[in-house]
């Protein structure tokens, strides 16, 4: 192999089928197993529990590789389960071929999630679809109890 060779990795051949899929069949396929998650579900351990039309839910266990320095999941890991989620919910509703790629995401974090705070639920929902443009609002409630953890907001750009 060329060093300028690069192998391939499983997230581009996972990009490269996802054209050839409606965004709500390719969700689909990755949660039935026929497709393998991206990497980024997988290293952070996101699962997709449910997937509507403009709407999807993901679980997440934290972890204590999820940990910042003060004994706590890691902003930045719920901000990428919101960014997830809000995301899958607008390519929920794109034709085969069309894309997205987030515009801006605000986050706002009501309580601290932890390993106490077991099994979370981020649900995004699409709040309107352009033909460039895209708005989704989420929430992060834990399982157990229904209690509302944090709230995001996201623009997001159609690509086609």
């Known amino acids: 192999m060329s060093t300028n060779t690069i192998a391939e990795h499983a997230a581009d051949r996972l990009a490269r089928l996802g054209r050839d899929y409606e965004g709500i069949d ?3 396929a990755i949660a039935a197993g026929e497709l393998p998650p991206p990497p980024i579900a997988e290293l952070l351990g996101f699962v997709i ?3 509507k039309p403009g709407e999807v839910t993901f679980a997440m266990q934290p972890r204590l590789e999820h940990y910042n320095p003060l004994g706590m999941v890691h902003g930045g890991v ?7 989620v809000v995301g899958c919910a607008v390519h929920s509703r794109l034709s085969r071929g069309t894309g997205y790629t987030t515009l801006d995401l605000q986050v706002r974090y ?12 981020a649900t995004g929902a699409v709040v ?11 929430r992060l409630v834990q399982e157990e109890t229904g209690a509302l ?12």
Do not use: M
Not at 110 to 121: F, H, Y
């Open 49 to 51: 529990r449910d997937i």
């Open 149 to 160: 953890l944090a709230t995001a907001t996201s623009s997001l750009l159609v690509l086609s």
């Open 78 to 84: 719920t901000a990428t389960l919101l960014d997830t």
């Open 110 to 121: 009501l309580k601290p999630v932890s390993i106490r705070t077991g099994v979370v639920l």
């Open 26 to 28: 390719f969700l689909r």
């Open 128 to 138: 309107h679809l352009g033909r460039r443009t895209a708005t989704a609002d989420a």
